[in-house]
T-cell receptor, first 111, second 114 residues
Framework: GQNIDQPTEMTATEGAIVQINCTYQ??????LFWYQQHAGEAPTFLSY??LDGLEEKGRFSSFLSRSKGYSYLLLKELQMKDSASYLC????????????WGLGTSLAVNP | DTAVSQTPKYLVTQMGNDKSIKCEQN?????MYWYKQDSKKFLKIMFSYNNKELIINETVPNRFSPKSPDKAHLNLHINSLELGDSAVYFCASSPQPLNTDTQYFGPGTRLTVL
């Protein structure tokens, strides 16, 4: 079956670093996405990994290991505005390009 | 200059009614999606159209019927609304065939069935 696991909730302090893990078991793999969703708003794209390794984009980085079915999102120099839900999604292989979504990790950044 | 827009933003209605949600994207994308996000925040794909052709049709009651008059529009019609249909419905679009194929989401329609 298709399964994506993330921690439900995390808490961190302003200015700190936090790592949000995602493990997946899917029948196909054609890339992994991280999206950010603030309460009451739409998800917005953060990062995309299709090859193993680290992708860095400002304060946010995302890592992928396809052999381990594992990814993490690293947030540095945390700010209060980073309090949000972080969704991991795997794109299925095949022509329909369906995304399989995790339940999201709710991150609370405290002062 | 809104990228993906949905109407209405809020919809409150009685059980048994029929309602429609409209979605439009001005990004020139080929693919559009409808998602349902329930109270537990689980984002579930319902339908996807590519150039007006249905390419994803998940296990969704046939009370839900999507319609794509052109590749910039994807509407969702729901018949005989039930309490369990209460959720936030997101429309999204993505380009093709760019590598990352990022999905761009509309602001969502919060449907409440009483």
């Amino acid at each position: 079956g298709q399964n994506i696991d993330q921690p439900t909730e995390m808490t961190a302090t302003e200015g700190a670093i936090v790592q949000i893990n995602c493990t997946y078991q899917t029948s196909g793999f054609n890339g992994l996405f991280w999206y950010q969703q603030h309460a009451g708003e739409a998800p917005t794209f953060l990062s995309y990994n299709v090859l193993d390794g680290l992708e860095e984009k400002g304060r946010f980085s995302s890592f992928l290991s396809r052999s381990k079915g594992y990814s993490y999102l690293l947030l540095k120099e945390l700010q209060m505005k980073d309090s949000a839900s972080y969704l991991c999604a795997v794109r299925d292989s095949g022509n329909n390009r369906k995304l399989i979504w995790g339940l999201g990790t709710s991150l609370a950044v405290n002062p | 200059d809104t990228a993906v827009s949905q109407t209405p933003k809020y919809l409150v209605t009685q059980m048994g009614n029929d309602k429609s949600i409209k979605c439009e994207q001005n990004l020139g994308h080929d693919t559009m999606y409808w998602y349902k996000q329930d109270s537990k925040k689980f984002l579930k794909i319902m339908f996807s159209y590519n150039n007006k052709e249905l390419i994803i049709n998940e296990t969704v009651p046939n009370r839900f019927s999507p319609k794509s008059p052109d590749k910039a529009h994807l509407n969702l019609h729901i018949n005989s609304l039930e309490l369990g249909d209460s959720a936030v419905y997101f429309c999204a679009s993505s380009p093709q065939p760019l590598n990352t194929d990022t999905q761009y989401f509309g602001p969502g329609t919060r449907l409440t069935v009483l």
